[in-house]
Nanobody, 124 residues
Framework: QVRLVESGGGSVQAGTPLRLSCTTS?????MAWFRQAPGKEREGVAS???????MYKDSVKGRFTISWDDAEKTLTLEMTSLKPEDTAMYYC?????????????????????WGQGTQVTVSS
């Protein structure tokens, strides 16, 4: 059984770095971070798979870094240069499959397993 548990959210000022972690159990292959702001659809932020292929939403490229520690079974999202528009509930997602084609990484329906979410609030 796959279980995902996020941690690391919080309230920060713009420009402050923040790290999100997602501890996992069970075998998974593709992992991603999604976020959902009030009144908006859930959107893909970044993804990684066990082949170390990473994908990013355009607006976070150069600011966010996704990584996977296979020994610790932990997915991490390092966020820098945070902006108020990054405010959202952030979710860890995973699936046992290779998400293909690669540009399907940002589709929420590609992932079977989800965490409960962690809130990130960025003030200006």
């Amino acid at each position: 059984q796959v279980r995902l548990v996020e941690s690391g959210g919080g309230s920060v000022q713009a420009g402050t770095p923040l790290r999100l972690s997602c501890t996992t159990s069970g075998w998974i292959f593709s992992m991603a971070w999604f976020r959902q702001a009030p009144g908006k659809e859930r959107e893909g932020v970044a993804s990684i798979n066990k082949e170390s292929t990473t994908m990013y939403k355009d607006s976070v490229k150069g600011r966010f870094t996704i990584s996977w520690d296979d020994a610790e079974k932990t997915l991490t999202l390092e966020m820098t240069s945070l902006k108020p528009e990054d405010t959202a509930m952030y979710y860890c997602a995973a699936d046992r499959r290779l998400i293909w084609p690669l540009d399907a990484w940002a589709r929420a329906d590609e992932y079977e397993y989800w965490g409960q979410g962690t809130q990130v609030t960025v003030s200006s």
